[in-house]
């Protein structure tokens, strides 16, 4: 049996029968191929780059020195590791008149082996963009950020006194890799040696130091690393450690590096859908094109077992060799796409794993049985006198049952390339929603197509919806396979432009670079007035109240079993609380309503709320400067930590704080050309604290711009791969065409009358599939925005014309394809093939 297979795929592969169904699972499983190895290699290089946001693969970060066990076990899983050391304090220098100034500072004392992911980046002018470097600053030197020089009107090469020792500031401190958005207590930040941190003296039994222990190193060797940490997390006496990863230290890149990586997924999806349509209809092509053999088979001997072994003993091999290639043009096609890409991709980008292509070769062979066995199982049911008579039977139910199981294992490849179960789920779902509504709505399309051929005159027209009846299956195969193919590319677009243009909008241009703490009431207007003398836009201003959590529902915090130590200490500390009439901007409510004003009332930002267990209608108490404050939970917010503007964890309604102690913290953008402003508004305001998160904001930007690209090209791969998808829709049917054609041209029928009645057809079909196609992507597009997404979306009309005019076209062109091999047929010819 073997034999006669490898004989019989010989045969068809020499007569050009395998060639359509090779080409359809060779670009099939080289688009999964290649959008897998360069979303793995992408994946792993934002990774990587998400890693230099703190400075190394993880970090230990702990109120007290870190025992010797913690390095002895990085040591024995011969981990790379770097000691940072964060406190505030003072800083002073001397005056020009001679007298002392002073500031308040945050002084982070680092190894020489920080940062050990990223750079920093420093520079001698203020005016400067600085460069990067992985030095760290040298023996008796600090190095300082602008802020500090600017309150100061210090430049690189004066003295700055901490502690018992004066320093040199040597260079001027740009950007951090580590440094974190929790900025609310941070002073301008001066970076100094590690060994010199003891001379000073500044560091004392009581001082409040955050101690930091960075890793890096080999996957498996951190993962093992950190498994060891956590379990050391949960005793008593390692209470005050706490394991710093990308999602709690960095919010604002994590939530950039989720959407990015579910676009991603989304791409890898699609290709799979495309990939599964494409196999089916060359499978069917396939099949149809071998009804006679198999009946030649039936006559000559075989059974039905023997007939469908032979026949899925073919579409193996074929499934073998294609994988194969497939997968070995995919992992060069991303070597292409990185080249194309060229410096706008990542640097250094992680090779990628075998997983890409284990899924990219299981996909295609598992693609290739689930959806060419329904048509396989057909042939075994062709009857023998099918040789006299050309008639063959409906699909058993068997063969109905292994559709059903073709489009199951399709459902959990679709889960399985997702690699995120809601994605997959919901793409999956809107996939087979999608499947039996074009399927339903083309068969009453074609049902209603006999009221209007009755009410039609045009001959062109009445000949051209006779043929669609007269085919009603090819047709409506035909319908729901451009409707898949066009969907699909639809949604990519739809919800790619959607996505980027939400991304931009989180992170502007005039994206607030500045923020201001410490805004005393009675400097509000004084402040705004030297702004707006600056020629800066007045920006608004928050207030912020420092309060102490007592008890949620008058049960102590303190006697509350929280679930992780990281709600424990939460909710120990102050909280910084503010109260607004209005919901603030980027801040959606998902559970409860805004205030009412009927008493004391807050909202809490979701995951707050998640880790303290709260719900609607709890009872929260506050200590505010010795005065204890209940406030009732009104609603949970979701915050976009990503856009980099003044938010609250919680807010209250004004009733209850507006009487209460309290500063103002606002943000604003300051160009490049202003940066000396930041200097004179500290000068005039010596309270103010002014923070520059510019390099932070460039960062994000940065990542952002990296994803936007890879998404760009990864949808124009997919688009290529779309294109097989369309194209086997539209010639699945060109051999029947042809025999239609060589006998209506024999009955008298003219080459022109076939065009004319042929590009009716094919314009019906495609725009039918069009339209529905555009309705699929909108509506699986809105799904994907508000539950996967999470970003506003808005019904476009265009999407509908593009679908209508993009159906019609793909339709004539692949029309016009087939239609010319079909009216250069000659007559005769195709007469003595029946």
């Known amino acids: 049996m073997l034999m006669q297979s490898l004989r019989m795929t010989w045969r068809d592969w020499r007569a050009g029968e395998l060639r359509f169904l090779l080409l359809a699972l060779v670009v099939a499983v080289a688009a999964l191929a290649s959008v897998g190895f360069f979303v793995d290699r992408m994946q792993a290089g934002l990774q990587q780059d998400a890693h230099q946001l703190l400075g190394g693969d993880m970090v230990i970060a702990s109120d007290k020195k870190l025992a010797d066990d913690w390095f002895d076990e990085a040591k024995r899983l011969d981990l790379t590791w770097g000691e940072t050391r964060i406190f505030p304090s003072m800083a002073s220098i001397v005056s020009d008149n001679g007298e002392p100034l002073t500031r308040l500072v945050s002084i982070k004392a680092v190894s020489k082996e920080y940062p050990l992911r990223g750079t920093l980046k420093t520079a001698v002018q203020l005016e400067g963009e600085g460069e990067a470097t992985r030095d760290t600053p040298v023996n008796g030197t600090v190095w300082a950020d602008k802020a500090l020089l600017l309150a100061l009107d210090l430049s690189a090469g004066d003295k700055i006194t901490l502690g018992n020792t004066v320093f040199t500031i040597s260079r001027i401190l740009v950007s951090e890799p580590d440094k974190s958005l929790s900025f609310v207590n941070f002073a301008p930040r001066i970076m100094m040696s590690l060994p010199d941190l003891e001379a000073t003296g500044l560091v004392q039994p009581a001082s409040r130091v955050s101690y930091r222990l960075i890793l890096s190193g080999e996957a498996h060797a951190i993962e093992t690393y950190r498994k060891w940490a956590k379990s050391r997390l949960d005793n008593e006496a390692n209470k005050g450690i706490r394991l710093e990863t990308l999602e709690s230290s960095r919010p604002e890149m994590n939530t950039t590096l989720n959407r990015g990586e579910q676009f991603l997924s989304l791409v890898a999806l699609l290709s799979a859908m495309l990939a599964a349509v494409a196999i089916a209809m060359a499978a069917r092509r396939f099949v149809v094109r071998h009804l006679d053999a198999c009946a030649m088979l039936r006559c000559l001997g075989m059974t039905q077992n023997e007939v469908t072994a032979l026949y899925l003993t073919e579409f193996l091999l074929v499934g073998l060799v294609g994988t194969v290639i497939g997968a070995m043009l995919g992992f060069a096609g991303h070597f292409v796409l990185l080249e194309i890409l060229g410096s706008f991709v990542l640097r250094d980008v992680p090779l990628p794993g075998w997983l890409p292509a284990v899924k990219s070769i299981a996909t295609g062979l598992i693609l290739l049985v689930g959806f060419a066995l329904p048509p396989v199982l057909q042939l075994r049911n062709v009857p023998h006198n099918r040789v006299i008579r050309r008639e063959r039977e409906a ?6 049952l292994t559709y059903c199981c073709g489009l199951a294992v399709f459902v959990l490849l679709l889960l399985w390339q997702a690699g995120d179960l809601k994605l997959g789920l919901y793409t999956a779902g809107g996939f087979m929603g999608g499947l039996a509504v074009f399927a339903l709505v083309g068969w009453l399309s074609l049902k209603g197509l006999h ?18 009846e007269r085919r009603p299956g090819t047709t409506l195969v035909q319908i729901v396979a451009l409707s898949c193919g066009l969907m699909a590319l639809l949604l990519l677009t739809v919800v790619r432009a959607d996505l980027v243009s939400e991304w931009k909008k989180a992170t502007p241009p005039d994206t607030p670079n500045h923020f201001v703490i410490n805004i005393l009431p009675e400097q509000k207007a004084d402040m705004a007035a030297l702004m707006e003398t600056a020629g800066i836009e007045n920006p608004g201003l928050y207030p912020m109240v420092r309060g102490r959590l007592l008890a949620i529902n008058d049960r102590p915090v303190r006697d509350i079993a929280f679930s992780d130590m990281r709600s424990q200490r939460m909710v120990l500390r102050e909280f910084n609380l503010s109260y607004l009439d209005v919901l603030p901007d980027r801040n959606q409510i998902v559970k409860g309503r805004w205030f009412d004003h009927a008493h004391n009332e807050i909202s809490i930002e979701e995951g707050m709320a998640k880790r303290l267990d709260l719900s609607i209608g709890d009872t929260m108490t506050f200590d505010i400067t010795g005065t204890e404050v209940d406030a009732v939970v009104t609603s949970f917010r979701k915050v976009d930590w990503g856009s980099i503007r003044v938010n609250f964890f919680a807010v209250m309604n004004p009733e209850s704080l507006k009487d209460m102690p309290q500063t103002w913290i606002t943000a604003f953008y300051l160009p490049p050309e202003k940066i000396r402003f930041a200097g004179e508004l500290t000068r005039a305001f010596p309270n103010l604290t002014v923070i520059d998160v510019g390099s932070i904001i460039l960062r994000i ?24 998808v369309l194209y086997a829709a539209l010639v699945g049917s060109q051999d029947e065409r042809m025999r239609e054609a060589g006998l209506l041209r024999a009955l008298g029928a003219t080459r022109s ?20 196609a555009a309705t699929g992507a909108d509506v699986i597009g809105w799904v994907l925005a508000s539950q996967v997404f999470d970003f506003a979306w808005t019904f476009n009309p265009l999407v509908w014309l593009t679908g209508l005019v993009a159906g019609s076209l793909c339709a004539m062109a692949g029309g016009w394809l087939g239609l010319r091999q079909i009216l250069n047929h000659p007559p005769l010819q195709t007469l003595r093939e029946e």
């Open 753 to 772: 009358q076939l065009k004319q009645a042929q590009r009716v057809e094919f314009l019906l079909i495609g725009s039918l599939g069009g339209l529905m």
């Open 451 to 468: 009221v209007l051929r009755r009410n039609l005159n045009n001959p062109d027209w009445r000949f051209a919806l006779t043929s669609l």
């Open 395 to 400: 699909p058993k139910p068997l063969t109905l």
């Open 701 to 724: 930007q940065t990542m952002l711009d990296q994803v936007i690209i890879a998404v760009e090209f990864l949808f124009l791969f997919t688009l290529l791969s779309g294109m097989l």
